[in-house]
């Protein structure tokens, strides 16, 4: 196989993507594995080696001597084809051994438009896609990630979900697989029986759903009584403690993110009600500085790379920011490593971190006001207000930049023509400030407004709302198109039917299986690639398996309906996303965590909290 | 600033092989760079808005050829064994990368003129007389299409070739081929395989049936010395 596969390399573009022998890979002696593990990512290399949460898991199993876990991408078109003409199997990155004998395959699931490439890979692999045709023999395939929150789209794909965090839960579900192989007792069904009874793993076939005549649904209930009702997120306790990686992979090729990431804190204070990351990560769980800075300084040692991002969703908010920038600079500086600090927020942009991230090469900033107007960002609880935007644009200038990005999102809740219309004024307001500047650089400003579509995610507050139509979101950008006229103001927009596919599978259940099946067998993969992506096609596909996509994109559901993912526990209660949906319609905002507790109740998780109230 | 006499200049010679004959020169520049940094090795870095380490290859090896002989020159701001160096980068390359001789130059990078190239063909259509047709092609005018950046060109094989000698090893066709490769005169080994596709029956059957490797074994100077 290793000859077969030497070949096709000749005939494929960036053959870099396969060959591995990267400087960090984990080669392990077969011999004494008792546990082949499959990560496998549903996109290209370049991506799926930008992931660190993919690198966090990919060390953390291999600090397990019984345990070789190996990575597997998402072959390009060309690559599929070569490997289809020549009945190559999908392999694993390491070993090449193909994946087909491995005894766990794992599928990190990091957005809606990877699913139709996550089924082609097991298809690939020459396994059936469907779980319930695949036997004892054949591994278990496992999902993960932020699309497992709702996982249904694909709960006919997938044998069994990693609900959470899965740094520990991984290894617990792999020492079982053991102990059950070692004793002789494995079956797939008792295995994935007992695998249920462990806390954050979802198994769908152990679930009977049914459906009310409106296509809503009537029951949703494990067939067993020893299986768990709710499937609790898993969550590490003390990051100060838990596994991270300071010996990564080192690519060949340019990857997307290519420096050390350093993850800072798990969580976000904010409660931006659009957000999945910001409810779901909780409760907010803080590294120090000093167990930050030694892992900084290890993975420099491990790989010569020069610059070091610090990591979270929102860096600002990070407790001991100053003190950590801090002792990173002391030696960062004379190593000629620059720092960047991705998901700096407006109001707390300050001259000091200004000046201490080394952003000599960065041209221009990053702010995400996400709405035009005080009205819309309190519905959203956005909580930023628009003097500290002008305050940080005016740092920004005065500092020498010249180029601003600023995002929003159309077609939000309550969202009226007047919040577009602010959009269009916001940015003016920013390039005017940018000429009221004496100091400001010797050339013209460039204001960037990019703008995406609003997709309702489950396990927000503004999880029951609908998309705006195609025709809503189409009509929204091309007004807003009108209301910009300056020309230092450039105008980007998403593509609105992507947005629509999104929300179809972010709100989706088990009844859109089978379209996905159908799309994989039409050909359909890499649905997040503009060159890829066929609205159309999928709309045919829809349509042959009698799916109505508005059902699950444009319909409101009712706050008293059985959600798809009401199965899944990620600890913040049903009673507060009700209370913050309905805030939302009173332009309500709601403190951030380190203000005042609202009570998510997301501190029944544990863990060393930074912000919340301890359980009793 | 180190004072220029204080700068070390070093020549590092190594191999690449295997799956990463498959990693481009651009590639192997940025990784360089991340393992002359990871080494501890004290590289002087360009001076500027944005200092990069120091670091000239020879010869820029053609992706999807393997190589015994590639040099890279460093200057470093602190003097180094060069012992030392060369058990640092080993233990810093990946696996199928390994350094053979770190010294201080004696010739320039442009004196290389030649390269030493080893061709290992098989094929059902090899057989006793695969030699001396291969050695005949090449010893006679032969033009082949040279594609780059979307232009085409067409190449006589020959005015590059210094000597060439085709020998069988078991079923399979060696060829060792010096050529022209340096910066005036350069030819790319694959328009020898191209050559062979076009004028011989011996590569025209299936692709994972008919394999063939291209190897650098030395770089030579003018005089066909081993280029130190």
Known sequence: ?616 | MVPQNEIMQIRIKFKKYGSLMYISHLDLARTMQRIIVRAGIDIWYTEGFNPQPKIVFAVPLPVGVESECEYMDIKLNSFMDCEEIRQRLNANFPDEMEVIDVYVPEQKLKNITYIDYELLISSKAIDDNSPEQIEKLFSNDIFVTKRSKGTEKQVNVKEYINSLKATLIGKDLQIRAVICSGSDKNLNPELLIEAIKTNTRILNGSPLEELYSIKRKEMLDLSLNIFR
């Open chain 1, 1 to 616: 196989m290793q000859n077969n596969l030497s070949t096709i390399l000749k005939s494929v573009s960036k053959p870099g993507r396969y060959t591995g022998g990267e400087y960090g890979q984990i080669i392990k002696d077969k011999n004494k594995i008792k546990c082949r593990f499959a990560f496998c990512f549903p996109d290209t290399y370049e991506i799926g080696m930008s992931n660190l949460g993919v690198r966090l898991l990919y060390g953390a199993l291999n600090s397990e001597p019984e345990i070789w876990c190996e990575r597997v991408y998402a072959p390009w078109t060309d690559m599929e084809e070569q490997m289809r003409a020549h009945n190559i199997p999908l392999w694993a990155h390491e070993s090449k051994d193909c994946i087909k004998n491995f005894d766990i395959v794992a599928f990190s699931l990091q957005y809606e438009l990877c699913y139709t490439t996550a089924i082609n890979m097991i298809d690939l692999a020459g396994l059936p896609v469907f779980a319930k045709d695949r036997d004892d023999n054949m591994p278990i395939i496992l999902g993960g990630g932020p699309c497992a929150y709702n996982a249904e789209p694909v709960a006919d794909f997938f044998d069994i979900f990693s609900i959470g965090e899965g740094e520990e839960a991984l290894v617990e579900l792999s020492r079982l697989y053991i102990k059950m192989k070692s004793e002789g007792t494995y079956t797939k069904a008792y295995f994935l029986r007992e695998a249920s009874h462990i806390k954050g793993f979802y198994v769908p076939s152990l679930y009977d759903v049914e459906y009310n005549e409106d296509g809503t649904i009537a029951r949703f209930e494990p067939k067993y009584e020893d299986v768990p009702k709710k499937v609790e997120k898993r969550i590490i306790a003390d990051l100060n403690k838990s596994y991270f990686p300071t010996k990564p992979i080192m690519p060949f090729i340019e990857v997307v993110h290519d420096r050390i990431m350093l993850e800072t804190f798990r969580g976000c204070i904010r409660g931006c009600r659009f957000c999945q990351a910001g409810m779901v990560f909780r409760p907010v769980r803080e590294k120090n500085a000093d167990t930050l800075n030694c892992q900084a300084r290890e993975i420099f040692k491990n790989t010569g790379y020069t610059e070091i991002s610090l990591t979270s969703l929102s860096i600002s908010d990070y407790s001991c920011l100053h003190e950590a920038t801090d002792k990173l600079l002391a030696w960062t500086n004379p190593n000629k490593i620059n720092l960047s600090l991705p998901s700096l927020r407006a109001d707390s942009f300050t001259r000091e971190l200004m000046n201490k991230v080394s952003s000599i090469r960065q041209s221009g900033l990053t702010f995400a006001p996400e709405a035009g107007t005080q009205r819309l960002r309190d519905a959203i609880n956005k909580n930023l207000y628009e003097k500290d935007l002008m305050n940080a644009v005016r740092l920004a200038f005065e500092g020498g930049k010249s180029q601003v990005k600023l995002y929003f999102m159309n077609g939000l809740p309550t969202e009226t023509y007047e919040d577009i219309e602010g959009i269009a004024e916001l940015a003016k307001r920013v390039v005017d400030e940018y000429y009221q500047i004496p100091s400001r650089p010797k050339k013209p400003v460039s204001v960037t407004v990019s703008v995406s579509c609003f997709v309702p995610k489950p396990h927000t507050p503004f999880q029951w709302e609908p998309q705006n139509s195609l025709e809503e979101l189409c009509d929204k950008q091309k007004y807003l198109a009108e209301k910009i006229v300056d020309r230092k103001i450039r105008y980007n927009w998403h593509e609105a039917k992507v947005s629509r596919l999104e929300a179809v599978f972010s709100k989706g259940d088990r009844r859109l299986s089978k379209a996905i099946a159908l799309a994989q067998q039409k050909g359909m993969r890499f649905d997040a690639w503009d060159e890829y992506f066929d609205y159309d096609k999928w709309m045919q596909v829809f349509e042959e398996c009698g799916i109505d996509p508005s059902f699950y994109a444009n319909r409101r559901m009712g706050y008293d309906e059985i959600l798809p993912w009401d199965v899944i526990d990620i600890g913040v209660s049903k009673q507060f996303m009700v209370r913050e949906s309905k805030r939302a319609y009173e332009n309500q905002t709601t403190p951030n965590c380190k203000e005042k507790c609202s009570a998510c109740g997301a501190n029944k998780l544990g863990g060393d909290l930074t912000w919340c109230p301890k359980m009793k």
